[in-house]
């Protein structure tokens, strides 16, 4: 991990061992070189330290470790931040979802390559689906997304284009004051049999590792809504990904239930669209405003795939 001075960089790894480096120009540019694959956040690690979600000591600690790693890319320190705060403050487990983190997202360029909304993939994605990031969080301080179908035929549902799309709105909610957990929602009405031969179980096995094992946030609970008997189908062919963790954040809620069961049980209204019998704006016009946050932070995401293709596997 390189310092900040420009005439001194220093290598380390977990056992504290420090290599002093005098910096050349070339040597000045190649870092520069690499720091321009670093997304830049609208938060910075040391606000998470004041809020005591973690600790300077286990920021530095991390990075430490990670600068013993050869095959990662470099990271700020907000990404260590938001490591620890996905895996509960444990340096040991942060380092090794970071990993596994780049690992996953190099191997799978069709998951987490070319995601600007402007492109085609892009426009067509949003087109047929949408995704609604909500702008209260809970009490616990939890984020709240959801995603569901627009345009229900089977024959314009690409699940690599729209796991791809899940995957950027999660960078997205990082950007900015990163939540405590995620509460994610998920709509299925409009889904038929048909929609499930549009499955593929390789983008299925990869969705679920990286949601599992690499996912820079902690899932708290998905809620399953308009689960009809479609729902046992795709769960029959997801099941064999899944571990029995996030079996258990799974809460199904069948066509016709009144919403006040949600708001009452798990969600209070005041957090909620109007489409699920809360007091915010619809999905729609929550969808429009997350297709803008994509227009605004082009770079950012597109910093994140040129830093894991830098993962030497």
């Known amino acids: 991990m390189w310092s900040t001075s420009s005439e001194l960089c220093y290598i ?12 050349t120009p070339s040597l000045v540019k190649q870092k520069d070189d690499m720091m321009s694959v670093v997304p830049r956040y609208n938060f910075k690690a040391d606000d998470i330290v004041k809020e005591r979600r973690t600790t300077r000591e286990n920021i530095e600690e ?3 470790c990670l600068a013993g790693n050869p095959r990662l890319p470099p990271v700020s320190d907000e990404q260590v931040a938001l490591f620890l705060l996905a ?3 444990n340096v040991e487990f942060a380092k090794e979802t970071i990993d596994i983190y780049f690992r996953q997202r190099s191997s799978a360029p069709e998951l987490f390559q070319d995601r600007d909304i402007d492109g085609k993939e892009g426009q067509f994605t949003h087109s047929v689906t949408r995704f609604a990031l909500f702008p209260l969080r809970t009490q616990e301080n939890y984020a709240i997304a959801m995603a569901g179908l627009k345009d229900t035929s089977y024959y ?8 791809k799309a899940a995957f950027a709105l999660i960078d997205i909610l990082l950007y900015s004051n990163p939540p405590d957990g995620l509460i994610f929602i998920i709509d299925i009405k409009g889904v038929g049999i048909m929609h499930l031969t549009r499955l593929k179980l390789g983008t299925l096995k990869k969705f679920f590792a990286y949601v599992q094992e690499a996912l820079p946030t902690q899932l708290k609970r998905v809620h399953i809504i308009n689960a009809s008997y479609i729902f046992e189908k795709i769960l029959a062919i997801a099941k064999p990904f899944m571990k029995k963790e ?5 809460i199904a809620h069948p066509p016709g239930m009144p919403w006040s069961e949600l708001h009452e049980k798990y ?7 109007s489409d699920l019998g809360g007091e915010l704006p619809s999905v729609d016009q929550m969808h429009e405003e997350f297709q803008q946050e994509l227009k605004n932070l082009k770079t950012f995401l597109a910093t994140h795939d040129k830093q894991a293709l830098m993962y030497k596997k």
Do not use: R, Y
């Open 267 to 273: 969600i209070p209204a005041s957090l909620l669209p």
């Open 87 to 89: 895996c509960k403050d």
């Open 246 to 250: 996030l079996f258990e954040l799974i």
């Open 12 to 23: 380390s790894g977990c056992d504290s061992t420090f290599i002093h480096l005098q910096l």
């Open 156 to 163: 314009n549902f690409n699940i690599d284009s729209q796991v």
């Open 62 to 64: 991390l990075k430490k």
